[in-house]
């Protein structure tokens, strides 16, 4: 190749393969309600280490589903490339293999709701320049993430402006012969009350006054399809503003990995929205 040729090759892979600069580090993150500490993997911009000391970021929370933990996201995804192109705080908390990400009512050293939640959204804050505003954080998840991101969201309407599911298991019911799920749930039938009460799709309607910015989406060959259906026709019902998609494919990292790059845009719109109506309320 003459040298011509060569400067412009090189000059087109600087333009159409951005150099991603995110910085990602593993953190320690203590529980006071579960009395042990957990890790969790943060992922921020280049802007943050490169911009100014005085800027502040959004905050996207993403869970990990069942048998996962704090590494899977980075570990199946090029989830880091999102932090640069949307300039937010990617934070990826542990939340057990089979937590379901509640409170369990029969296995008190299981408060997963309460840890990512609380504390470990009182620890991100503490620790990095976050916008530490409801309209500054969102919470998604994928299938047992899903229904976690989902459950603390509405349990914490003040906190999280944007949450999401991705291949959620919006209705845990489904999901009885799941390993462990009992262990947190308890019995279906002696801790029905709980596992209904607990049921995404059973309180659809908490969605009406939390004020949050909504999106969901599942793989049409996913078998929880269904159960994400049966919430989108519930939210039409109740008149519940929310994004839904179906796409190809099923319950596997292949989805997860596309999915996640939407949800993303979604919550970095959904910031970008709320900072402007907060500009325009202030002048």
Same mark, same amino acid.
């Given at each position: 190749?003459?040298?011509?040729?060569?400067?412009?090759?090189?000059?087109?892979?600087?333009?159409?393969?951005?150099?991603?600069?995110?910085?990602?580090?593993?953190?320690?993150?203590?529980?006071?309600?579960?009395?042990?500490?957990?890790?969790?993997?943060?992922?921020?911009?280049?802007?943050?280490?490169?911009?100014?000391?005085?800027?502040?970021?959004?905050?996207?929370?993403?869970?990990?589903?069942?048998?996962?933990?704090?590494?899977?996201?980075?570990?199946?995804?090029?989830?880091?490339?999102?932090?640069?192109?949307?300039?937010?705080?990617?934070?990826?908390?542990?939340?057990?293999?089979?937590?379901?990400?509640?409170?369990?009512?029969?296995?008190?050293?299981?408060?997963?709701?309460?840890?990512?939640?609380?504390?470990?959204?009182?620890?991100?804050?503490?620790?990095?320049?976050?916008? &530490?505003?409801?309209?500054?954080? @969102?919470?998604?998840?994928?299938?047992?993430?899903? *229904?976690?991101?989902? /459950? %603390? +969201? =509405?349990?914490?309407?003040?906190?999280?402006?944007?949450?999401?599911?991705?291949?959620?298991?919006?209705?845990?019911?489904?999901?009885?012969?799941?390993?462990?799920?009992?262990?947190?749930?308890?019995?279906?039938?002696?801790? &029905?009350?709980?596992?209904?009460? @607990?049921?995404?799709?059973?309180?659809?309607?908490? *969605?009406?006054?939390? /004020? %949050? +910015? =909504?999106?969901?989406?599942?793989?049409?060959?996913?078998?929880?399809?269904?159960?994400?259906?049966?919430?989108?026709?519930?939210?039409?019902?109740?008149?519940?503003?929310?994004?839904?998609?179906?796409?190809?494919?099923?319950?596997?990292?292949?989805?997860?990995?596309?999915?996640?790059?939407?949800?993303?845009?979604? *919550?970095?719109?959904?910031?970008?929205?709320?900072?402007?109506?907060?500009?325009?309320?202030?002048?």
């Amino acid at each position: 190749m003459n040298p011509a040729r060569a400067f412009w090759f090189i000059l087109l892979l600087l333009v159409t393969s951005p150099a991603w600069a995110f910085h990602s580090e593993v953190v320690t993150i203590p529980s006071a309600a579960m009395h042990q500490s957990f890790e969790a993997t943060v992922v921020v911009p280049d802007q943050y280490g490169h911009g100014k000391a005085t800027d502040r970021f959004p905050v996207v929370y993403l869970l990990h589903g069942s048998g996962g933990d704090y590494t899977d996201w980075t570990a199946n995804s090029h989830i880091g490339k999102l932090a640069d192109r949307y300039h937010v705080i990617l934070v990826m908390p542990d939340g057990g293999h089979e937590s379901w990400y509640i409170d369990s009512p029969i296995n008190p050293q299981s408060l997963y709701e309460t840890y990512v939640g609380t504390e470990v959204v009182a620890f991100i804050d503490g620790h990095f320049r976050t916008i &530490a505003t409801k309209q500054a954080r @969102a919470i998604t998840g994928l299938s047992m993430g899903g *229904f976690g991101a989902l /459950h %603390i +969201a =509405l349990g914490r309407p003040d906190e999280f402006g944007a949450a999401g599911s991705i291949s959620g298991a919006v209705d845990p019911r489904g999901c009885e012969d799941e390993p462990g799920i009992d262990q947190v749930f308890g019995d279906p039938a002696s801790h &029905a009350d709980f596992w209904n009460n @607990a049921a995404i799709v059973e309180n659809a309607r908490s *969605f009406s006054g939390a /004020h %949050i +910015a =909504l999106t969901i989406d599942c793989g049409v060959n996913d078998s929880l399809v269904q159960s994400n259906r049966t919430l989108h026709e519930r939210l039409i019902e109740l008149g519940v503003p929310h994004d839904y998609a179906e796409r190809p494919g099923g319950h596997t990292w292949k989805y997860w990995s596309n999915a996640v790059q939407y949800q993303v845009l979604f *919550f970095a719109s959904a910031f970008r929205r709320a900072a402007r109506d907060a500009g325009s309320a202030t002048t």
